[in-house]
């Protein structure tokens, strides 16, 4: 029996047949490598949203040259025994115009509670750029501040004067040639400018007819009558004088407040808090770990901010337990209230002042205003 032929050819293996299925998924794979690829280097027309650093305004806070000082500083501080926290929240924005997020990072940051995908546009207005964002913010803390010390000085029954004046005058606008930068605005058709926003209601109230503006200049006063022009916001037909105006108070205490790199309005009230606190008897909070944030005006009216889910879920990470969110940011917080947190709505500085105390004192929590079922 032969075993072994040299001389015969070897018959070569069955090539095996690849399945059709292993094809069409092996080019699958490839194609939404690829798109990925090209997603990944495509700009995009969103930012990100995301909760920020917290700060707590009872504390203190680093200097750009390094040095630990309190964020409120007053000349007398009555108690610094205060064993809670009353937190300021911030919103960081990823992204800018010069550089947007991925398409991948907005996919990740979509399906994450606690981050928002917005169009740039919202963040980042036509024509704006990054710099002139960050000056407008920090020219917006400034007011802030401001505003926050006349409100809490209020508050503690201190007399604190205020005036309204033009700050700027659009040369295309309604009062070019009528008003000038320093002017103090002392009434619009008989209203008395009490505040800014006295002032734009009764030029809105007018709806495009001449208002009389009474002021100020250089000590003399005088009257002028401009017709404001009109433009649109969010498609309502709004009214113009052209003037940019400016708050500005006469303090009769010297409030300090040192906070870096953070820009905007909303940290108005947690600011008042934090002052009453430095400048009465006793803690404000009870102890209690207290976040908070809406922006402020001179007579303690608070008001809408932006980024409130970002910033909710910034205070539950940060330890708070209790978070005062303007009422009018109340429709975006329904529904998006994290676990450990309990939120209770509020219009003014004396609303907000109620709360502390009825957490303090251990009064009756359920009957304080919130933002509704889910809170």
Same mark, same amino acid.
């Given at each position: 029996?032969?075993?072994?032929?040299?001389?015969?050819?070897?018959?070569?293996?069955?090539?095996?047949?690849?399945?059709?299925?292993?094809?069409?998924?092996?080019?699958?794979?490839?194609?939404?490598?690829?798109?990925?690829?090209?997603?990944?280097?495509?700009?995009?027309?969103?930012?990100?949203?995301?909760?920020?650093?917290?700060?707590?305004?009872?504390?203190?806070?680093?200097?750009?040259?390094?040095?630990?000082?309190?964020?409120?500083?007053?000349?007398?501080?009555?108690? &610094?025994?205060?064993?809670?926290?009353?937190?300021?929240?911030?919103?960081?924005?990823?992204?800018?115009?010069?550089?947007?997020?991925?398409?991948?990072?907005?996919?990740?940051?979509?399906?994450?509670?606690?981050?928002?995908?917005?169009?740039?546009?919202?963040?980042?207005?036509?024509?704006?750029?990054?710099?002139?964002?960050?000056?407008?913010?920090?020219?917006?803390?400034?007011?802030?501040?401001?505003?926050?010390?006349?409100?809490?000085?209020?508050?503690?029954?201190?007399?604190?004067?205020?005036?309204?004046?033009?700050?700027?005058? #659009?040369?295309?606008?309604? !009062?070019?040639?009528?008003?000038?930068?320093?002017?103090?605005?002392?009434?619009?058709?008989?209203?008395? !400018?009490?505040?800014?926003?006295?002032?734009?209601?009764?030029?809105?109230?007018?709806?495009?007819?001449?208002?009389?503006?009474?002021?100020?200049?250089?000590?003399?006063?005088?009257?002028?009558?401009?017709?404001?022009?009109?433009?649109?916001?969010?498609?309502?037909?709004?009214?113009?004088?052209?003037?940019?105006?400016?708050?500005?108070?006469?303090?009769?205490?010297?409030?300090?407040?040192?906070?870096? #790199?953070?820009?905007?309005?909303?940290?108005?009230?947690?600011?008042?808090?934090?002052?009453?606190?430095?400048? &009465?008897?006793?803690?404000?909070?009870?102890?209690?770990?207290?976040?908070?944030?809406?922006?402020?005006?001179?007579?303690?009216?608070?008001?809408?901010?932006?980024?409130?889910?970002?910033?909710?879920?910034?205070?539950?990470?940060?330890?708070?337990?209790?978070?005062?969110?303007?009422?009018?940011?109340?429709?975006?917080?329904?529904?998006?209230?994290?676990?450990?947190?309990?939120?209770?709505?509020?219009?003014?500085?004396?609303? &907000?002042?109620?709360?502390?105390?009825?957490?303090?004192?251990?009064?009756?929590?359920?009957?304080?205003?919130?933002?509704?079922?889910?809170?």
């Amino acid at each position: 029996m032969t075993l072994f032929d040299e001389n015969a050819s070897p018959a070569p293996a069955p090539r095996q047949r690849r399945r059709r299925g292993s094809v069409v998924g092996v080019w699958s794979l490839a194609v939404a490598f690829v798109i990925l690829l090209v997603m990944s280097l495509l700009p995009s027309a969103y930012v990100i949203q995301q909760p920020g650093p917290v700060f707590n305004t009872l504390g203190t806070t680093t200097t750009a040259d390094g040095q630990e000082v309190p964020l409120i500083s007053v000349p007398e501080e009555k108690d &610094s025994t205060t064993t809670g926290q009353l937190d300021l929240l911030t919103v960081q924005v990823s992204g800018n115009r010069e550089r947007t997020p991925s398409w991948l990072e907005l996919a990740e940051a979509w399906f994450d509670r606690s981050r928002a995908v917005v169009p740039i546009d919202r963040i980042f207005p036509a024509g704006q750029t990054t710099e002139q964002r960050n000056t407008e913010n920090a020219a917006l803390m400034s007011d802030s501040q401001l505003e926050a010390s006349a409100a809490a000085l209020r508050e503690l029954g201190y007399d604190v004067p205020g005036e309204i004046a033009v700050g700027t005058v #659009d040369d295309a606008g309604a !009062a070019a040639g009528a008003l000038q930068v320093g002017d103090v605005i002392t009434s619009v058709d008989a209203v008395a !400018a009490a505040n800014v926003d006295a002032v734009r209601a009764a030029v809105q109230a007018a709806a495009g007819a001449p208002v009389t503006v009474a002021y100020t200049r250089d000590d003399t006063p005088g009257t002028d009558t401009v017709t404001p022009k009109q433009t649109e916001v969010d498609g309502q037909p709004q009214w113009l004088l052209g003037i940019g105006l400016q708050e500005s108070f006469d303090l009769p205490v010297d409030v300090k407040i040192q906070l870096n #790199d953070v820009g905007g309005p909303s940290a108005g009230m947690m600011f008042a808090l934090g002052i009453i606190d430095k400048m &009465s008897d006793g803690d404000l909070t009870g102890g209690q770990h207290i976040a908070g944030t809406g922006t402020i005006d001179a007579d303690g009216n608070v008001g809408p901010i932006g980024g409130i889910r970002q910033k909710l879920y910034g205070a539950r990470d940060a330890g708070a337990t209790v978070f005062l969110a303007p009422e009018s940011n109340c429709n975006e917080v329904v529904g998006h209230v994290p676990d450990g947190i309990r939120v209770f709505s509020t219009s003014t500085l004396e609303q &907000s002042m109620t709360v502390l105390r009825t957490i303090r004192e251990g009064g009756d929590l359920d009957a304080l205003p919130t933002c509704g079922s889910g809170t």
